[in-house]
């Protein structure tokens, strides 16, 4: 079976840091930044990127829409 | 791999919608709000129908929706949203009109409305955000309100006694004749949110084939007002909400039956 490879760009500024991508994620790739964007938000980044498999839960889940995924065949 | 090699535009697998406008909601952190709206943005995107589509929307926190779904929209008075879409609809028979609107405004205030709208048939897709209370006025109780819920006025727990009892009202509009398809869906997973996509997908396309009304709940968050975070908001209403306010079709078939098959 091809393995995939995903990544995510989180629109930094949009992101209201709600959790619910965090919490979604089936393999903890992401988690809130300690630091807040210029709105006071935890914005929500990829902690641990290399187990993101583009699955894209985060991306479907967020009501900001503030998470793009790409994907790739390795 | 590098990430740069992996984020590249042939790699794309989710983006926002065209439809969908850039300007950032005014919603509280993680509330369904935005989710429901991401899902509709996409399936007028997805059906190519963002000429033909004007959506009314309501009072409550959706009363600015029109900033967020670039379509044609109308915006209605508390509850009068299916009074105005059967005037929208009714003059022009080619274009998708739907409603959006909350508990407070579909079951409260406009309770005879949609109760009206949906026994005549008319053919519109309703778009039924069911959080348990009046979000956008303090988190007052609404008539969906559980039974113990705490709210701003039943700060003690909803008691059936003083407050009534928590109104099903899906289950009432599934038993009229005029609409062809009603269910309960929510949004609180990627898994559900895929299931509430496909469900509004048929109520589109319902539209779209004149067969009446298709009407959608979404059990749904309101974070705030239930004084919880967005994600203990979601657990609080798999635990609670959904027991009473159960998942599912309750209506699959054919405008003039007499009533849901379930
Ligand atoms: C005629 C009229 N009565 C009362 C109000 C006050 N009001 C504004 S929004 C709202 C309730 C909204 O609750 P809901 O429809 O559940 O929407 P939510 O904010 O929870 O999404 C009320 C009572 C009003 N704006 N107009
Ligand atoms: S695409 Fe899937 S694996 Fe990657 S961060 Fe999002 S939810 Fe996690
Ligand atoms: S779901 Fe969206 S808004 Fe919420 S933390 Fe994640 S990226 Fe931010
Ligand atoms: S008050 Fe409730 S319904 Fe309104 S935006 Fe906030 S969480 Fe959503
Ligand atoms: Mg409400």
Redesign the interface.
Known sequence: MAKV???V?VDKE?C?????CV??CPHEVLALHREVNSRG?HYSYMEN?ENCI????C???????C??????K? | ?E?K????PE???????EV?TDT??H?????????VH?VIAELIGELGIQEKTVGIAPVGCAVFAYNYIDVDWQEAAHGRAPAVATGVARLNPDKFVFTYQGDGDLASIGSGEIMHACNRGENILVVFINNGIYGMTGGQMAPTTLDGMVTSTTPFGRNADLNGYPMKITELIAQLPGTSYVTRQA????AS??KCKRAIKKGIQNVLDKKGTSFIEVVSTCNSGWKM???AA?KWMEDNMFPFYPLGDLKDGVKGEPVSKN
Do not use: F, W
């Open positions: 490879k995903g990544a760009v949009g209201k840091g709600c959790g619910v919490n979604e938000y990127p583009g699955c894209i839960n991306g479907v889940v967020c009501p900001d829409t998470i793009t995924v790409y994907r790739v390795v | 791999m990430l090699d992996i984020i590249k790699n794309l697998v989710y983006d926002k919608s969908q950032i909601m919603y509280c952190p993680g509330c369904s709000h935005g989710v991401k949004v609180h997973n990627a949110v895929r975070t967005p994600v979601n």
